[in-house]
């Protein structure tokens, strides 16, 4: 079961500004990178199912987290299907990414108040997911619809809250453009955890990475 309500979830993914998207096999190594997070100041989290038994991870995660990182929402991301869903939400999943969009997850999510982000490529998939009840969206991939695409959406919807994923980077100038687009949050992944990075084990540079992020999203919006 969710540990937090889908209005807390949708609230600090605008506060936060920033929702880190990975997954890796080694159950320690993710903890590690969940940590550096949380003490850069990450509070949402996306875990994507993408390797064989990602759920068993994610159940460990789940509740690894809730003692050592308290404040973290943490979700399941890159889910296509409702049967799917239902695994993660009864894993403690506390919202439900994925790249494209599924009425039936919508379905699932709203009967148990979990927050469903579907990726849509769109303005009419934005448009028909608003109506199933996701009060967030993902615009995917960013890196190809681009920003021209969040502001041709925002003129005539102004009131639709977007995460845009691919083609995000810790840097001001690309923040900047993305947040002035319109966007709500953005999802980053492999530019906050290289390869490099993550062999090295250097956690102190993924903290200091979210931290630094997270410091330039606040500038931003409050300018």
Request: overall charge neutral.
């Amino acid at each position: 079961m969710a540990r937090f309500s889908k209005i807390e979830t949708v609230l600090k993914m605008a506060t936060t500004g920033m929702i880190p998207v990975f997954y890796h096999k080694d159950l320690e190594i993710a903890k590690q990178v969940v940590k550096a997070c949380y003490e850069g100041g990450v509070r949402v989290f996306e875990f994507t199912n993408r390797g064989e038994y990602a759920h068993e991870l994610f159940g460990e995660l789940t509740q690894w987290s809730a003692k050592e990182c308290p404040e973290l929402i943490l979700g399941a991301g890159s889910i296509v299907d409702a049967p799917t869903a239902v695994l993660y939400i009864q894993l403690g999943a506390n919202f439900i990414v994925g790249p494209l969009f599924n009425p039936e997850i919508a379905k699932v999510a709203n009967r148990r108040l979990i927050p469903y982000i579907p990726g849509c490529g769109s303005v009419s998939e934005v448009g028909f997911a608003q109506e199933m009840g996701c009060d967030v969206c993902k615009v995917f991939p960013g890196d190809v619809l681009g920003i021209a695409f969040i502001k041709s959406l925002k003129a005539p919807m102004p009131w639709s809250q977007l995460m845009v994923t691919g083609g995000v980077k810790p840097e001001k100038e690309n923040l900047r453009s993305w947040f002035d687009a319109g966007v709500t949050c953005v999802g980053m992944g492999s530019n906050l955890f290289s390869k490099e990075i993550i062999t090295a084990k250097n956690w102190g540079k993924i903290t200091e990475l979210c931290g630094e992020t997270l410091e330039i999203i606040r500038e931003i919006n409050k300018g």
